[in-house]
């Protein structure tokens, strides 16, 4: 059965695209750690990413650093977070998040809730930039 992320990209269930190319999706997490928190993806869902070839991990990775550039600009933070852990939802990802100190980054701090139109206002921000 295609991960939730895989109908996603399929456009069978919605998201705020942040951006795409023929082998990557990029999108807003829904219970976000911070405003602008991106989830990355490989369009060809594997579970793990280090099950990812070299190659396309590579390219992922430089697909990744576009969009947290893009959310470096658009949303005030100190950097970008990465974090990988794949728990939740098995098609890899990785997480892009805005911070300005360390301790947000932790896994217990209360996720944001955002309205409709708050998410679509960050994901219009973020693809300024792009
Ligand atoms: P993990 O697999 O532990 O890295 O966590 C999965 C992440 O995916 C969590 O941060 C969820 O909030 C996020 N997530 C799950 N379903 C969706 C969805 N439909 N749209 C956006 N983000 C999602």
Not at 75 to 103: D, N, T
Not at 115 to 129: L, S, V
Request: charged content about 25%; overall charge negative; aromatic content about 8%.
């Amino acid at each position: 059965m295609a991960s939730i992320f895989s109908r996603i990209v399929a456009g069978e269930i919605p998201s705020y695209k942040i951006a795409e190319n023929d082998k990557f999706f990029a999108f807003l997490d829904i219970n976000p750690m911070a405003k602008g928190h991106t989830l990355v993806i490989p369009k060809h869902e594997v579970d793990y990413i280090f099950d990812i070839d070299d190659t396309t991990l590579a390219e992922m990775t430089v697909f990744a650093k576009q969009v947290a550039e893009a959310i470096k600009k658009a949303i005030p933070c100190q950097r970008v977070g990465v974090m990988v852990l794949g728990m939740e939802v098995p098609h890899a990802h990785i997480h892009l998040i805005p911070i300005v100190k360390e301790s947000d980054m932790l896994l217990s701090n209360p996720k944001l809730k955002l309205e409709a139109p708050e998410f679509e206002e960050i994901a219009h921000a973020i693809k300024f930039y792009l």
